[in-house]
């Protein structure tokens, strides 16, 4: 029995409003038509991301959609991808709202309003920028008023962040900026900015961006606390509260911390707080059945093969903080043959050919001095299906070819999980111990056995 979402309003219902209602500082409180009351959030930050949404889908409306720039970050959704979006939708409006020609730019978050949650170090971050519940005051995919395939036609364009290129379905849209703190991968050569760094987190390269180009102005706009407030967060999660920062993430968070109402403390004291805080509420997924495990770190795309019968592959990525083993216990029968179910029921739905789960935790033991140490362990689960654009036969043969790819790298020189021998035809799960090697690293080694496949 697969996990049952959580449930939230419809994201097409109507809201009322409240007048005068008490605890909201006498502002107006949304009540959905189903469910309970929106609190409306308080301070500029959460003011402008109410605002911008509604003008833009009262632009949409209107037919003036190519007014608007949608700055998008991965379909994952973390903390780093939100925060980096929202940080530069509000730098394009606010460094230009004084002159002949303003921007208007909206953050787009690529995950659904009912997965936001999946992320609970997200909504502590929102809950302390002092945003509105329920994440009322971001755009969300699926709150877009048309398609993306549409709606790339007719915007003025996108800008990445976090991400290399844009999803298949954006392809149409110019490219205006990339931030991203992975691998280049050739998308907008005409992009500007067009910033590829190693940095802890892509967050730190657009608020750097942002503040260089803020101080440059003849006038600077106003910075709102709660903003700062949530760049300190995505960076602090990322660079293990600074301690895996590269020397421009801790720069570019001094910076930011020196314009915050935090500019009285001590950098590395409060970005350690700031990690323990949001890593807590990150880990906290116990509650978690497998199919919100598998939806919560969920990215895929199209990928394009040689061959002539199925020119694209739709390939997608899971990442999962519990074993095989315990992700198991979280489906409806605590059974091998359901958690493979469950996987079959989510990938059917967003129409995945071919699926990667990736896995770590950690196990205790004891080292040659009797010493209790913590081992890294990661897995891999691969799995195909052969009922949306592929027949058995190719399923059969990309299997095969990318099985082959992943037991062939030296690198991650895996070994069969230790019940391998009972996966069906075309599942197959390894385990090994580069600690390194997460989506990073195999999403590569994967994309490229699809993109050889005939």
């Not at 877009?144 to 549409?150: K, V």
């Not at 149409?172 to 931030?179: N, Q, V």
Request: glycine share 6%; hydrophobic share 35%.
């Amino acid at each position: 029995m697969a996990a049952v979402p959580p449930t939230r309003p419809d994201q097409h219902q109507q809201h009322l409003i409240v007048p005068g209602h008490d605890g909201n500082n006498g502002a107006p409180t949304r009540v959905a038509s189903s469910g309970g009351p929106i609190e409306t959030g308080v301070g500029h930050f959460s003011e402008w991301s109410r605002e911008t949404k509604r003008q833009f889908l009262i632009d949409w409306q209107a037919g003036r959609s190519n007014e608007w720039i949608i700055v998008q970050g991965n379909e994952g959704g973390d903390l780093d991808s939100m925060t980096a979006a929202l940080t530069w939708a509000y730098h394009l409006q606010h460094a230009t709202e004084n002159t002949t020609n303003p921007v208007k730019a909206i953050a787009l978050l690529q995950t659904p309003t009912d997965a936001l949650d999946l992320r609970p170090e997200n909504k502590v971050a929102l809950d302390n920028s002092q945003m509105s519940s329920r994440h009322s005051d971001l755009l969300t995919i699926d709150e877009l008023p048309g398609s993306p395939e549409t709606l790339a036609t007719l915007i003025k364009g996108i800008v990445i962040v976090d991400h290399p290129k844009p999803l298949r379905k954006w392809q149409a849209a110019p490219i205006l900026s990339i931030f991203d703190h992975h691998k280049d991968g050739g998308a907008g050569p005409d992009a500007k900015p067009r910033i590829f760094e190693k940095t802890a987190s892509c967050t730190t390269i657009v608020a750097r961006q942002m503040l260089d180009e803020l101080e440059a102005l003849d006038q600077e706009y106003h910075m709102p606390h709660e903003l700062l407030e949530l760049i300190l967060g995505a960076i602090a999660i990322d660079s293990g509260g600074l301690a895996d920062a590269t020397e421009e993430d801790r720069k570019t968070s001094q910076r930011v911390l020196d314009r915050s109402n935090w500019r009285h403390k001590n950098l590395d004291k409060k970005m350690q707080e700031l990690d323990e805080e949001l890593g807590d509420a990150k880990k906290s997924l116990d509650n978690l059945m497998l199919r919100d495990l598998l939806r919560r770190d969920w990215k895929g795309d199209l990928v394009d093969t040689p061959s002539e019968r199925t020119p694209t592959v739709n390939l997608g990525f899971a990442s999962i903080p519990y074993s095989l083993d315990d992700q198991i216990t979280k489906t409806g029968y605590g059974e091998l043959f359901d958690w493979f179910a469950t996987q079959a029921a989510w990938t059917a739905q967003v129409g995945s050919d071919i699926s990667v789960v990736l896995n770590k935790y950690k196990i205790k033991e004891r080292d040659e001095n009797g010493k209790k140490v913590k081992r890294k362990i990661r897995e891999i689960v691969l799995c195909v299906r052969n009922d949306v654009r592929i027949d058995e036969d190719q399923a059969d043969e990309l299997f095969r070819v990318v099985k082959e790819a992943i037991e062939k790298d030296e690198t991650l020189n895996v070994k069969p999980w230790h019940r391998a021998a009972e996966l069906g035809r075309w599942q197959m799960a390894w385990t090994h111990e580069q600690g390194d090697a997460g989506r990073k690293v195999i999403r590569p080694i994967v994309e490229a056995a699809v993109e050889s496949w005939d």
